[in-house]
């Protein structure tokens, strides 16, 4: 079993910065990409950033040049670093990622609960 558990979300004035933190929890045997996602109220999820376990990254639109998704892989960690933050940025924000729980079982996907960033305007 695999458990992704999210924390750094908070409430945060626009302009200001938060650092998004996920680390994967279980039996463990290769993380391959994770993400961000986020989805605020009447929304749908949307994809925010992705990082391949070699490092190649991928952004929204919306977010390019201002939050940088980063890992550890050490630590089955994943990073999200949102500067310049913008009320249209506030969401439950969930992470994801690809595992092997064996080298001989097909990769699932995990999600996290979501952890909440709140921009004041």
């Known amino acids: 079993q695999v458990q992704l558990v999210e924390s750094g979300g908070d409430l945060v004035q626009s302009g200001g910065s938060l650092r998004l933190s996920c680390v994967a929890f279980?039996?463990?045997?290769?993380?391959?990409?994770m993400g961000w996602y986020r989805q605020a109220p009447g929304k749908q999820r949307e994809l925010v950033a992705l990082?391949?376990?070699?490092?190649?990254?991928n952004y929204a639109d919306s977010v390019k040049g201002r939050f940088t998704i980063s890992r550890d892989n050490a630590k089955n960690t994943v990073y999200l670093q949102m500067n310049s933050l913008k009320p249209e940025d506030a969401a439950v924000y969930y992470c994801?990622?690809?595992?092997?729980?064996?080298?001989?079982?097909?990769?699932?996907?995990?999600w996290g609960q979501g952890t909440q960033v709140t921009v004041s305007s």
């Open positions: 990082i391949t376990s070699s490092g190649s990254t």
């Open positions: 994801n990622a690809e595992v092997q729980v064996r080298a001989w079982v097909p990769r699932n996907t995990y």
């Open positions: 279980g039996t463990i045997f290769r993380i391959n990409a």
